[in-house]
């Protein structure tokens, strides 16, 4: 069984910057496609970002691209979030997820494991 926990979020003005962090169990971290998603009240969760398992590919959601990067350490079994020009539009709850499948995933549906979420909030 895998174990997600995610860390890193918080309050930040409009403009900042904030790197979330998802620290993984598990020996076959590094075998696994890396997503995160996001979920603001009264909406559904979507997808923001993903990374292959050497971290040599990336996808990002249109609404994020150029200022947010994804990475993922597999020595420390850890996916990032770098997020930077932050906006109010961002605020939501932040989760990561495991992909088991080969290939990419963008819907949460492909994704097998989750880790209870951290919020993240941007004040205007």
């Known amino acids: 069984q895998v174990q997600l926990v995610e860390s890193g979020g918080g309050l930040v003005q409009a403009g900042g910057s904030l790197r979330l962090s998802c620290a993984a169990s598990?020996?076959?971290?590094?075998?696994?496609?890396m997503g995160w998603f996001r979920q603001a009240p009264g909406k559904e969760r979507e997808f923001v970002a993903a990374i292959n398992w050497s971290g040599g590919s990336t996808y990002y959601a249109d609404s994020v691209k150029g200022r947010f990067t994804i990475s993922r350490d597999n020595a420390k079994n850890t996916v990032y979030l770098q997020m930077n020009s932050l906006k109010p539009e961002d605020t939501a709850v932040y989760y990561c997820?495991?992909?088991?499948?080969?290939?990419?995933?963008?819907?949460?549906?492909?994704?097998?494991?989750w880790g209870q979420g951290t919020q993240v909030t941007v004040s205007s």
């Open positions: 598990g020996r076959t971290f590094s075998t696994y496609t």
């Open positions: 997820a495991i992909r088991k499948s080969t290939g990419w995933g963008f819907r949460q549906n492909q994704y097998d494991y």
